[in-house]
């Protein structure tokens, strides 16, 4: 199995512009996560879905932020518009909701928002 | 969800046994409680997982004493790839759809 594919793996943007972060969790897998880390405020969840349907989105800073999961292989995390402050590493995980607290993490998006 | 505390770093030689410790005060009956382990520019790695006594996978031991206010994270014989971030988090029954809520973390340092 390839793991939790994250698509871009680092992004410079301006200011203002608009972010797509991509997400393609392990097959099989029906719950997806997005959590973004920081160097001040560590790992923080931001939303997460459960067989495509988002559960708890208490976590998503603003209204900046949405996130859609279309189906069950892909999720994307959009930033409209982006500002600097959104600059941290976003990573997606995935799991099986049968199995221990075991989450599978991607390799994390570098966002730099100037 | 109950909070814990755990050192921010320790430091350690190669082919020592590392000890990690957790304290989680509040854990309430039916909280389990999970090791990650994160390398720089790389997504936080599930390492173990208990809910009392002791747990032993192929990478480390997870001890848990009966009060289970506290748990001890043991790396053998640790070598230069074992160093890294070490996360205790302290959740709700066994269910992998439950959030996770990380704390700071322990980075550990592993010299030659």
Same mark, same amino acid.
């Given at each position: =199995?390839? %793991?939790?594919?994250?698509?871009?793996?680092?992004?410079?943007?301006?200011?203002?512009?608009?972010? &797509? #972060?991509?997400?393609?969790?392990?097959?099989?897998?029906?719950?997806?996560?997005?959590?973004?880390?920081?160097?001040?405020?560590?790992?923080?969840?931001?939303?997460?879905?459960?067989?495509?349907?988002?559960?708890? =989105?208490? %976590?998503?800073?603003?209204?900046?932020?949405?996130?859609?999961?279309?189906?069950?292989?892909?999720? &994307? #995390?959009?930033?409209?518009?982006?500002?600097?402050?959104d600059s941290a590493v976003y990573f997606c995980a995935s799991t099986i909701g049968s199995q221990e607290r075991a989450q599978y993490f991607g390799p994390g998006t570098r966002l730099l928002v100037l | 969800l109950a909070k814990t505390t755990q050192p921010i770093s320790m430091?350690?030689?190669?082919?020592?046994?590392?000890?990690?410790t957790c304290s989680h005060n509040n854990i309430a009956t039916n909280d389990y409680i999970t090791w990650y382990q994160q390398f720089p520019s790389q997504g936080p790695r599930f390492i173990i997982q208990g809910y009392k006594t002791k747990v032993t996978n192929e990478v480390a031991s997870l001890f848990i004493p009966a009060d289970r206010k506290s748990s001890t994270l043991s790396l053998p014989r640790v070598s230069l790839s074992d160093t890294a971030v070490y996360y205790c988090l302290v959740g709700e029954g066994n269910q992998a759809g439950t959030a996770l809520i990380f704390g700071k973390g322990t980075t550990l340092s592993v010299s030659s």
């Open positions: =199995d390839a %793991g939790v594919i994250q698509s871009p793996r680092h992004e410079v943007t301006e200011m203002g512009q608009e972010v &797509t #972060l991509r997400c393609k969790p392990i097959s099989g897998h029906d719950y997806l996560f997005w959590y973004r880390q920081t160097m001040m405020r560590g790992l923080e969840l931001l939303i997460y879905f459960n067989n495509n349907v988002p559960i708890d =989105d208490s %976590g998503m800073p603003e209204d900046r932020f949405s996130a859609k999961m279309p189906n069950a292989s892909f999720s &994307t #995390l959009k930033i409209q518009p982006s500002e600097p402050r | 430091d350690s030689y190669e082919g020592q046994e590392v000890n990690i």
